[in-house]
């Protein structure tokens, strides 16, 4: 059998991926925790392969509802985001995300910055002063075309409050024009990302385009104002986009434009997969490689409601931190969260069920088997291998399952990429199963035998834990001290980058290392009656 063979990443440009910005008027949520989760797990990802990588979240701050909650709490509008942009930073630096920078829309480099592309938008001929009537979602700031407002029963579709009928004079952006552009651009497969996502947005545009405004007025102060007339201001979803340019529009940083991947929730796809896109071709510049929609999270079967008290909010998620552990909770966001067209159920007997089955069952239970064996039979040390029958038995395993990791890492497909692995590591008890080592043991005369089988165990143990490293980075790290790999966690800790080509090539593991047993890596977890 030919095995096929992971290639090395190579790219002088970084790979750059963001996330949205996320609102500050209110604390984070699952859907927020996820988002950046996968967004870190892609991103770990790129880095392993030897890519160096940009990582881009943050908070977009100028909605008018930021106003009124802040006056609500006898609180500026700056002092009130200030207060809900730390609870994100704070949020996801707990959880371990190593995000490159953290973007806020109140900040002067970002104002300026947009300041200067709505001022090259005016220069570009494609702006215009109009007036607007029509149907506004104040909770979403997004103007709501005559069709989709009736369709939506003239309520918002996000939290079912009356849209409102408003009428102001604006600058509008002639997003029309640029039709025949768009649509040939969301039939090229990869931009819109999943197909589903991207059929939908095309249905839209043969609808027709509406010119779109990027001002408003009454804006009581917050916000940026349009260049050379103070009356209006940016408008927010505007303003908002531009935080991807804003962010790296630097000397050092310009270069990793394009972004490669825009991670999104499928409810803002529109503004990143037609409004984003042509402002940037109005604007001369490249646009994203891919926009990705995700789909929301459900709670035990139902739609997240704080009513129903089934809302995934900070106290739950540190709750299953607290009990299962962060990389669980990375597992379960990776393996079953919504990256497809439908919605995921986050429940607690389901992530029981996935903890056990896939963690303490599989991938804690088939290493403590490994350093079990090798402590019992050969003093705690790697045995030599041998030729004999098993000497290469999981080779091929091995190697195909980094090639198909990598295979599915670039469509994003992270369930995929924990299965790939996970099934290697099904491979290894299997041929545990097979070759019954604790078997061959009993007899002197068999321990060669025994040593190769657990040699290969261990081999495969080490390429599978680097494969699962980008979702479990924390318990791949101490199951690679276990193994003597902690050169693997030192080199990705001194040049951010790894080397995974290198590091899921076979027989890199040295007879005589150390194999620590411990505490289990994932605990099996029993629910108390």
């Keep these: ?26 604390r984070p ?3 927020h925790v996820y988002t950046t989760t996968i967004a870190d797990i892609v991103a770990r990802y790129h880095r392993l392969a030897g890519q160096q990588v940009f990582f881009l979240t943050g908070t977009d701050e100028h909605a008018a509802k930021v106003v ?26 707990r959880l371990g995300i190593i995000n490159n920078d953290f973007i806020r829309t109140s900040q002067d480099r970002h104002k300026k910055q947009v300041v200067e592309y709505i001022r090259r938008l005016l220069a570009s001929g494609d702006v215009y002063v109009g007036e607007y009537e029509g149907w506004y979602d104040a909770g979403q700031e997004e103007y709501v075309p005559e069709n989709k407002a009736k369709e939506y029963g003239y309520k918002s579709p996000v939290n079912g409050k009356p849209l409102v009928r408003k009428s102001e004079k604006n600058d509008f952006f002639a997003l029309s024009k640029y039709e025949p552009q768009l649509r040939e651009l969301l039939e090229r497969g990869d931009f819109v990302q999943p197909e589903a996502r991207r059929n939908e947005v095309l249905g839209r545009i043969s609808e027709g385009l509406n010119d779109v405004p990027i001002s408003r007025t009454g804006a009581r102060g917050w916000g940026i104002s349009v260049p050379d007339d103070p009356d209006q201001t940016v408008y927010v979803w505007i303003d908002a986009l531009f935080n991807y340019l804003s962010a790296i529009d630097t000397d050092e940083l310009r270069g990793c434009w394009p972004a490669d991947v825009h991670l999104i929730a499928k409810d803002i796809l529109w503004f990143h997969a037609v409004i984003w896109p042509a402002m940037l071709m109005a604007l001369g510049l490249d646009l994203p490689k891919r926009v990705y929609a995700h789909s929301f999270w459900i709670s035990e079967g139902q739609k997240m409601s704080k009513s129903l008290g089934n809302f995934i909010d900070l106290e739950k998620i540190d709750h299953y931190v607290e009990t299962f552990g962060l990389d669980a909770l990375r597992y379960f966001l990776a393996t079953t969260g919504p990256m497809g067209t439908t919605d995921s159920d986050f429940a607690e007997a389901g992530f029981i069920e996935v903890y056990n089955a896939d963690l303490a069952n599989t991938l804690g239970n088939c290493f403590s088997r490994i350093a079990n064996m090798t402590n019992r039979y050969f003093e705690g040390k790697l045995p030599s291998k041998s030729s004999n029958p098993y000497a290469s038995s999981l080779e091929g395993p091995a190697a195909n399952a980094a090639f198909d990791v990598q295979q599915v890492a670039a469509k994003l497909d992270l369930a995929q990429m924990a299965a790939h692995a996970l099934q290697l590591v099904r491979n290894i008890d299997a041929f545990i199963e097979n070759t019954a080592p604790f078997k061959l043991a009993k007899d002197p005369a068999k321990l060669p035998e025994v040593g190769t089988i657990l040699y290969n165990c261990a081999e495969a143990m080490r390429i599978a834990s680097v494969l699962l490293w980008p979702i479990m980075p924390s318990k791949m790290q101490e199951l690679w001290r276990r193994i003597g790999c902690d050169h693997y966690t030192q080199a990705l800790a001194d040049h951010g980058t790894g080397k995974l080509s290198e590091w899921t090539q076979w027989g890199q593991l040295s007879p005589g290392t150390a194999i620590l047993q411990g505490e ?8 108390v009656k």
């Design 1 to 26: 059998m030919l095995w096929r063979i992971i290639r090395p990443v190579s790219s002088a440009k970084p790979f750059y991926i963001t996330t949205p910005i996320y609102y500050v008027n209110d």
């Design 29 to 31: 949520h699952i859907g």
């Design 68 to 93: 009124d909650a802040a006056a609500e709490r006898g609180m500026t509008p700056q002092q009130w985001a200030d207060q809900n942009a730390k609870a994100f930073q704070d949020t996801f630096a």
């Design 520 to 527: 289990a890596l994932f605990p099996r977890y029993q629910a």
